[in-house]
């Protein structure tokens, strides 16, 4: 059982940035294909980034691609996301997200999710 906890979020002004994380424990991190997806109100949960395991490959949604990096640090169990030049349609709650499958954007793929941290965009 892997248990997720994202921090980093918080209120940014357009055009800012943040860097959010994600700490994993319970598990063997370095077997785990990690995601990030987000949830604003109102709309369903959208994919945003993946890096797999051990080779670490990535995917983005073309909506973040560019100005967002996913990237994790295997001896520390924290996957992170940088995020750069948002924008109010980036504001949403953020979620954490593990898997043992390789490398996918689907949301169902992922048994394992963190409570979310919140990311407004505003000025």
């Known amino acids: 059982q892997v248990q997720l906890v994202e921090s980093g979020g918080g209120l940014v002004q357009p055009g800012g940035s943040l860097r959010l994380s994600c700490a994993a424990s319970g598990g063997t991190f370095s077997r785990y294909t990690m995601g990030w997806f987000r949830q604003a109100p109102g709309k369903e949960r959208e994919f945003v980034a993946t890096i797999s395991g051990s080779l670490i490959s990535t995917i983005y949604a073309d909506s973040v691609r560019g100005r967002f990096t996913i990237s994790r640090d295997n001896t520390k169990g924290t996957v992170y996301l940088q995020m750069t030049s948002l924008t109010p349609e980036d504001t949403a709650v953020y979620y954490c997200?593990?898997?043992?499958?390789?490398?996918?954007?689907?949301?169902?793929?992922?048994?394992?999710w963190g409570q979310g941290t919140q990311v407004t965009v505003s000025a």
């Open positions: 997200a593990a898997t043992l499958r390789w490398r996918t954007d689907v949301a169902q793929d992922y048994p394992y």
